[in-house]
Structure formats: structure tokens, C-alpha cells
């Protein structure tokens, strides 16, 4: 989850400065009776973190998203961006979505298609639901149990469906023993055997272990229903078949999209979905300064990305239009890490020197600063997940308000057996700019233990075959490598496994960077999963957040935030966590 | 004339030939020369092994790279089937490739760009020509003078400002200030007023850059033609100023500016990139930068051969011009 924040944005900083300094000049002429509207109305800095900011049931209107950065398919089972996942719910339901409510109530999960939560039984292996009875697909057909069975299992054809999660596939089928309904030889193509459906409206999930967070998964829109007849392969992401509020009435790839209303679709069935405007459109656009301006101009309603607002509109969007702003979590970590595989960084000592040394001040100076950037992050586990823990500070880094512990640094240095520090090299993705900022700031931050570590940027379009391959990483000499992470799903599972949990280092595609493999966290995650409590759950999260820290292997930057823009116009806006701070689309109205 | 002409169409068959292969070569070629998986571009974020062995299949990846182009070449004319066991996708003649990040065929994506770019070049051709040409030959009639000077001054600004900061200020200025002009939104088939007016400031901005050249071009090539003998000779049989300038030293003039405006025009069919981002114009130019950032190999691909196909026939356009303009040169 590390790519569908992507900003496309990358001026020189000098034009930037111009484009600011343009930006600002234009504002303050004062005639511009446009803005002096979207000031008066609108309902306040951050009014949609944690409440509901324009709450209204009023219908109608068209709600305009625009957007720098196309999904990566509309496909349920094809999508993996975030923005892509929340905007789905337009068009596809599932058994269970997301509650829909302000930021960590949202991460509950509440009946979608089914009539109730799961019947969970023979040791949380068995997951039964009923379907609700008036769900039905864009042409009134009612959807089935078996539309249900089909969409889950068009991620087994991995060669024709490829790009989303395979979660489901690795809890459902761990041997992928199953080959997809393209090559399923039974007649109706519902050869899974985990999931059976013996009527219309039941379907039940036999998973060979228990995992606690199973339900979340069936929450993404990989778990969303397929009609068998409407599937058009590798294509169905250019028209993908409703059974949500709207229909997609036409398509463009990189260019628009325009819903209507499916009126096939029954209020009275989704308690989700407020479905409030008539119509829903996305103009898809190449300038992301423009796109700002056209979003304080009042033309649009709101970034479809949610990357935040950009660097030349920023000042001006926060001295003049503070109140239709929202300064939220995205529920993303920034940081640095150290592959225990690239000497001296198998040495726990060598990796703390690099901890106390870091400026975290400068290193979210380089992140954009405490507002679009966020707030210096002392552990590994974002503060919307259960077992975290903001607090937890092993190495003092809010105590120090962020600044380098220079002293410290050489004690470790010493203890490391360096005492005049080593060589290294600092791995980053170079189409990040902000990223490349953070590397420079390590750089310096470092040289003053005497540290000297040389930047080099990667092809970020190929972070599975390089920081990916642990091969790479030990041959090019990457002692630190700076990512972000989010989690796919708002628990210590969704966010943490993959990063810290030994048995996911892959030999391409890798995100445990650091080659981490300890037993005893391993076995905090398998105790954490097999539990069905959430709270329990996130109890032994914490745990593991703790030994994570004390391995001494992430050296975390910020909490990431972003500045995104609520315009006057829109209703019922809240950032919720399960959708990584984004607005809940699916709530979103219009004023006329 | 007709040897001439059927050589020199032979010559663009074989150079747009050779193009392709080394386009092809530097995206299918190169990247498997440095170890990375071009079938790595076309699975999105989760790279599954299944996806990639798919993909590879499917575009035929593990086939010689000449094999690969023939395949391309051959597509282009007859069309092409893309198959991996019972997933079949296909592409009608002329295939320029298929699109794995979009699920689209190439050619009529091309087809939808092109408009956009033409209409974008045309327009702002018409302004830049008359505009630079005429601010040239003024410049240099009135060499020296205030009017010279600050046209030039103009004329170095335009060269020397990037088309992102022009674009972004007359946006700022005519259209969110004082909402003169629109945004280049409406398609010319469904409002062609609002199509005229949004392309306004994309015309503008766009032939401002190059005005400026043509002035520069403009006003150095007519002070050079002015010094010829033959202009002394046409004014000393008592000529009058406007034939002497309009009719003698305008076509020695228009010359070197004819060549310049041949390829300019052909590399602007590429796509007006800069523009083309500044103003969202969903172009060729605006597309191979998106595609670009996606790794979209095979829009690249489409988008670079039909650039190189317009700069190669705007070169013999031009060349078979220059008989027009100038008698002195015989196409033989």
C-alpha cells in the first residue's frame, strides 16, 4: 500500500515559489466574488475531522471530483489505490463495508449486502452470511450468493485479473490450489471449495486457519459480487456492473467519468450509501496547480486522489480559505529502515546511531512541516490501529522535541565498534521528491556522527525488483531505504505484518526491508490473528509495536497528514480512517 | 518530378521502418537488458508471479525481440491477436499495441488525441505566423528604433519564459480574474463557441513562444535580404517600397522561415507536451507524459511513431514546397 498517494507534482521548487507568489498576488485583487461565496459558507478549518462538517439529507445536484492520478482500474477485484477503494462503493456493495461515520468509529465494520455480521463457528474457521432480501444488480436481477462466489473468485485468475489484493486468496486457497473461473472446468464456474453456496442467499466461507481480521478483508472491494454474464475479463474495469446507488453511465480512461443514479437500487437495503447527489462526474486533469485553483475557485468539489493540496496553492488555500480546509491523518508512516543484511547494520548499535542521530525536526521540515507533512512519529503503528500508541517513545524523540541526540549517537557508535562512524548509502524512490528531501536531511543529520551516506535514487516504478529483492538491497549496499506504508486494512495485521513479520520476506516485492525475523514477534501476529476480539487483538499488537521498537531496525519520520479541500458546496464531508483520511464518497452530498 | 517524388516516399517507408525498430528496441529491448521485466510494468501494485507470467504470454515477451517486431509490423497492417490460453484480446488493424494499464487498443486512442493536439497546433500556427512574421519584417524595417527594440524585448521574453509560467499567468490573469476566457474543456463537436473561446489561451500562450522565434528568424533573415544586390537593383528601377519588400525580399525571406515551420509543425503533431499539461489539453503530448509516468509502453510507442511520422513528412512537405517558393530550386 505504498503507491496510491502518489503526487504527480514535480516542479522545481523555484517555480513553485513564482507560482505561490502568482497564486497569492491573484487572490488578494479582492473582485473575485467566487471565493468571497466559498469563504462565507464554509463550515470551518479541519470541520470534517472527527464530526461531520455540512451534515444535510438534502438530494440532488452533481458532485464534481477531479482528479491528477487515474485509479489503477475500476475493477473491484483489478483496484488497489485507496481513493480507488472508497470510490467504489458508488457502484459495488459487499457482505460488509465500513460504518459510515467520522474517523476511527468508520474502521467498524457494519452488514452490507448481508442482512447481519457473520455467524462465526467451528473456531473462527467457518463464516456464515445470509443475504439481505432486495439487493439487486443495475438490470433488477437480485444479487446472489453465487455473483458473490464468482467476483471473490476472479482474483484466483491472477493472469487475467491481476493488480488487487490477494488476501483472500491467501486466507481462502494458501496453495492456490484453485485456478480461477476462466479455467474452471465446473459447469456454473464456482469450483472453490472455501466458499460454498447452497442457496441465493447464503453463503458461507471455510478458511483452513482462523484469521480475526477475515471480515475486513471481505470488506475491499475484492470481495465485492460479479455477475457471471456481465464479466468482460480484463475489461470489466472499463464498465464495471453496478449493484451500488450509481450506475457508470460513461467512461474515459485519464479523461472523465460520469455516474447516474441506478434506480434499481433500493434505499431501504443499504444503510451505508446516502446516495445523495443525482450525478456523479470526475474530470480527470494534468495540472495539479491548476487543479487547486479550480478547487478554490469553486469549479470542482473535491480531489478524487486526496494527495493534499500542493505546495504553490498551499499558503494561499491556508490564509484565505482556512475554512474549507481539513488537516487530517492518512493513517500512512513515513520512514526509514535498515536492511540487517548490509554490515555495520547488523549491528543493533550501528541501527540506534542512525536513530538518535536523525533530526526528526528537519526530517518533517522535509516532509512539508507539521501540517502537511504530520506529527513527528516516535513508534511503528499508525495512531488509528488498535494497540497504538502515541506516546510510546523508546528513543525519545518527543521528548527531545525531535532534535538529533548527538551524544547518544556516538555512545551507540562506540558500542557498535565504530567510533568514527562507517560508510553507508540511503536508497530512494527518485520520482519522490519529498522523499529525496528526507534522504538529504538524514544525510546531513548523520554526517555530524560522522556517519557518511551517499543518496541514491532508484526508479520508483520498480521498488518490487530493487528495495524488493533482499538480493538487491545486500548487492547495491542499501543500508537505509526511506518508504511510506499504509495499511490495507486499519489493524496491526493490515498494517504491520508485512513490514516486521519474518515469514513475509519475499524474494521479489519484499516489504519487510529490514529482513526482520523474529520468533517472538511471529508469534504475537499468529496469537493476534487467531484472536476474534479486536481489543484483545490489539492488546498483543501493542506487544508486538514494542518489540518492533526495541529491534531498533525502523526508524519512523511522521504520521503522515495532508491539507485536502472540502468545498463550500459539500454536505455530510468527514475523513474517515478506514479510508486512509479521505472524505467517505459514499456520504457526500451537494448543496445546489 | 514523379522519380523524385516516388524516392523520396520510399525513403520515409524506410526511415519510419527503421524508427519503429529502434523505438521498439529502447522499450522492449532495454529494459531487459538492464534486468528489469518490461511485463513488470503492466500488473499494478500487486506483482503476482501468475500476473507477470500472464502478461508475458499474452504480449509475447519471451519471443526474440525481432520476432517481437515482426509481430508489431505486422500488426500494424493485418491487426493482432493477443493470447494467453483462453484469454484472448483483440487488437484491429492498424495495431499500434494495446494499452495493459488501460485495457485499450492504442490506434483508437491516438485517433481520439490527435484532434486535441492538431487543433491545438493549427490554431496557434495561424497566430504565430502572422504575429512573428509581421513583427519581424517591421523590426526590421524599423531597425534601431524604440518600436525594433521592444518588439525584440517582447520577442526575448517569449523565448526565454517557460510555457508552465505563461500558461499559469494568463490562466490567473483572463481567466480567473477578469473571466475573459475559459478553460479548454468543451469538445468542438458539442459547443464549438466554448471550445473557441477555452482554446483561446492555449493558442495564445503557445504561439507567444514561438512568435517570438519567428520574429527573431524573421527580422535577422529580411535585414540580411535587404543588403542583396538585387533589392538595390529593384529599388533603383524605381520600385515601390511595399512591392520591393512584399514581392522581392519576402520570398528570399520566407525561405529559411518556410524550413523552420515545416518541422516545428511536424514536431508540434507530437504533442504540444508543455502546453498540453499546462492547460489539462487531453492531447498526444499531455498523454505520452502521462504514459510516461505509468510506464505505459505501448502508448509511448503509438504516441512516438506517429510524432516521428509527422516530423519525416513534414521534412518532404517542406522540401517539396521550396520548389514553390523559390524557383531557383528544381526537385530532381
Known amino acids: ?592 | 518530378m514523379l522519380a523524385y517524388l516516388i524516392r523520396r516516399f520510399f525513403a520515409v517507408i524506410v526511415m519510419l521502418l527503421v524508427i519503429t525498430l529502434v523505438t521498439f528496441g529502447i522499450f522492449f529491448l532495454f529494459p531487459k537488458m538492464i534486468g528489469t521485466d518490461p511485463a513488470l510494468y503492466f500488473v499494478g501494485k500487486q506483482s503476482d508471479p501468475a500476473a507477470i507470467e500472464g502478461i508475458r504470454q499474452k504480449m509475447g515477451l519471451d519471443d526474440p525481440i525481432l520476432v517481437q517486431f515482426g509481430k508489431f509490423v505486422v500488426g500494424l497492417v493485418a491487426g493482432r491477436t493477443y493470447a494467453n490460453g483462453s484469454d484472448v484480446t483483440q487488437c484491429a488493424a492498424p495495431c499500434f499495441g494495446y494499452s495493459f494499464k488501460t485495457e485499450q487498443e492504442v490506434w483508437p486512442l491516438l485517433t481520439d488525441w490527435l484532434p486535441v493536439t492538431l487543433s491545438l497546433a493549427a490554431g496557434a500556427v495561424v497566430l504565430w505566423v502572422i504575429g512573428g512574421v509581421a513583427t519581424g519584417v517591421i523590426s526590421a524595417l524599423k531597425r534601431g528604433t524604440v518600436l525594433d527594440r521592444s518588439a525584440m524585448g517582447i520577442a526575448l521574453a517569449g523565448v526565454s519564459l517557460p510555457i508552465y509560467f505563461t500558461g499559469m499567468l494568463a490562466i490567473a490573469l483572463f481567466s480567473d480574474q477578469l473571466g475573459w476566457f475559459g478553460r479548454p474543456e468543451a469538445s468542438f463537436a458539442a459547443d464549438p463557441g466554448s471550445w473557441f473561446n477555452g482554446m483561446i489561451l492555449p493558442w495564445i500562450s503557445l504561439a507567444f513562444l514561438y512568435a517570438a522565434m519567428y520574429a527573431r528568424l524573421t527580422r535577422a533573415t529580411m535585414l540580411e535580404v535587404l543588403n542583396e544586390d538585387y533589392i538595390r537593383t529593384a529599388r533603383a528601377k524605381g520600385l515601390t517600397e511595399p512591392v520591393v519588400i512584399g514581392k522581392h525580399a519576402m520570398r528570399s525571406t520566407m525561405t529559411p522561415i518556410l524550413t523552420v515551420l515545416g518541422l516545428d509543425l511536424g514536431a508540434l503533431m507530437g504533442g504540444a507536451v508543455l502546453t498540453e499539461y499546462t492547460f489539462s489539453l487531453h492531447g498526444l503530448g499531455y498523454s505520452a507524459v502521462r504514459a510516461i509516468s505509468d510506464h505505459d509502453l505501448p502508448v509511448i510507442l503509438g504516441i512516438t511513431l506517429i510524432s516521428a511520422f509527422f516530423v519525416v513528412a513534414a521534412n518532404l512537405v517542406v522540401d517539396l514546397l521550396y520548389a514553390v517558393i523559390d524557383p531557383r530550386v528544381r526537385l530532381s
Open chain 1, 1 to 592: 500500500m505504498t503507491t496510491h498517494r502518489t503526487s504527480k507534482r514535480r516542479l522545481a521548487a523555484g517555480t513553485a515559489v513564482v507560482l505561490a507568489a502568482m497564486l497569492t498576488a491573484t487572490a488578494c485583487g479582492g473582485s473575485d466574488t467566487k471565493k468571497d461565496e466559498g469563504k462565507a459558507g464554509a463550515s470551518g478549518f479541519n470541520a470534517g475531522i472527527g464530526k461531520v462538517s455540512n451534515a444535510s439529507d438534502k438530494k440532488g445536484g452533481e458532485l464534481k471530483f477531479v482528479a491528477t492520478q487515474e485509479a489503477d482500474s475500476w475493477d473491484p477485484q483489478r483496484g488497489y489505490y485507496g481513493f480507488m477503494w472508497d470510490f467504489a462503493r458508488y457502484y459495488t456493495r459487499q457482505l460488509v463495508s465500513f460504518k459510515p461515520a467520522p474517523g476511527g468509529e468508520s474502521t467498524e465494520l457494519v452488514p452490507d449486502l448481508a442482512a447481519g455480521k457473520a455467524e462465526i463457528s467451528d473456531g473462527g474457521k467457518t463464516y456464515k452470511y445470509t443475504l439481505k432480501d432486495n439487493v439487486s444488480w443495475e438490470d433488477g436481477s437480485p444479487v446472489t450468493a453465487q455473483d458473490i462466489k464468482y467476483g471473490i473468485e476472479r482474483t484466483w485468475a491472477q493472469d487475467v485479473i491481476s493488480g488487487g489484493p490477494v488476501y483472500l486468496m491467501q486466507v481462502l486457497d494458501p496453495k492456490t490450489e484453485y485456478k480461477g473461473p476462466y479455467k474452471d472446468e465446473s459447469a456454473d464456474k464456482l469450483g472453490l471449495k472455501a466458499i460454498e453456496t447452497p442457496d441465493a442467499k447464503t453463503i458461507i466461507f471455510k478458511l483452513p486457519q482462523p484469521n480475526g481480521d477475515f471480515e475486513q478483508m471481505l470488506a475491499m472491494p475484492a470481495a465485492s459480487p460479479v455477475k457471471q454474464d456481465k464479466d468482460t475479463a480484463a475489461k470489466y474495469g472499463l464498465k464495471p456492473f453496478s449493484n451500488g446507488p450509481y450506475k457508470i453511465d460513461s467512461y474515459e480512461p485519464n479523461k472523465s467519468m460520469k455516474l447516474s443514479r441506478n434506480d434499481k437500487w433500493k434505499p431501504e437495503s443499504d444503510t451505508i450509501r446516502k446516495a445523495l447527489p443525482d450525478s456523479i462526474s470526475v474530470t480527470f486533469m494534468a495540472n495539479a496547480d491548476d487543479m487547486d485553483k479550480r478547487l478554490m475557485n469553486g469549479e470542482f468539489d473535491l480531489d478524487l486522489n486526496a494527495t493534499g493540496i500542493g505546495q504553490a496553492a498551499r499558503a494561499t488555500a491556508l490564509k484565505d480559505h482556512k475554512a474549507n480546509l481539513d488537516n487530517g491523518q492518512t493513517g500512512f508512516i513515513r520512514y526509514a529502515v535498515f536492511p540487517q543484511t548490509v554490515a555495520p547494520f547488523d549491528n543493533i548499535e550501528c541501527r540506534k546511531a542512525v536513530i538518535y542521530a536523525a533530526d526528526h525536526k528537519s526530517l518533517q521540515t522535509a516532509r512539508g512541516g507539521p501540517q502537511a507533512g504530520g506529527d513527528i512519529a516516535p513508534n511503528m503503528l499508525p495512531l488509528g490501529i488498535k494497540g497504538s500508541d502515541g506516546k510510546y517513545d523508546p528513543y525519545e524523540v518527543l521528548k527531545n522535541d525531535g532534535k538529533p541526540n548527538v551524544e547518544k549517537a556516538k555512545e551507540a557508535l562506540k558500542a557498535c565498534g565504530k567510533p568514527e562512524g562507517f560508510k553507508t548509502t540511503i536508497a530512494v524512490r527518485n520520482n519522490k521528491p519529498v522523499e529525496v528531501a528526507t534522504a538529504v536531511s538524514l544525510q546531513n543529520a548523520l554526517k555530524q556522527v560522522g556517519i557518511d551516506a551517499q543518496v541514491d535514487q532508484f526508479d520508483g516504478a520498480q521498488t518490487s525488483g530493487i528495495i524488493g529483492s533482499p538480493k538487491v538491497v545486500k548487492e547495491k549496499g542499501y543500508g537505509i531505504i526511506i518508504m511510506g506504508w499504509g495499511a490495507d486494512f486499519p489493524t496491526g495485521q493490515g498494517f504491520s505484518q508485512p513490514l516486521v513479520d519474518g515469514r513475509f520476506i519475499l524474494q521479489s516485492g519484499n516489504n519487510n526491508f529490514s529482513e526482520l525475523n523474529d520468533p517472538a514477534i511471529n508469534g504475537l501476529f499468529d496469537q493476534a490473528i487467531a484472536e476474534t476480539d479486536p481489543a484483545k487483538a490489539g492488546d498483543i499488537y501493542k506487544q508486538m509495536n514494542q518489540k518492533v521498537s526495541e529491534a531498533a531496525v525502523y526508524l519512523p519520520f511522521v504520521y503522515d497528514k495532508t491539507i485536502t479541500w472540502r468545498s463550500t458546496r459539500l454536505t455530510n464531508a468527514y475523513t474517515s480512517d478506514a479510508y486512509n483520511g479521505r472524505y467517505d464518497y459514499a456520504s457526500l452530498g451537494v448543496l445546489k
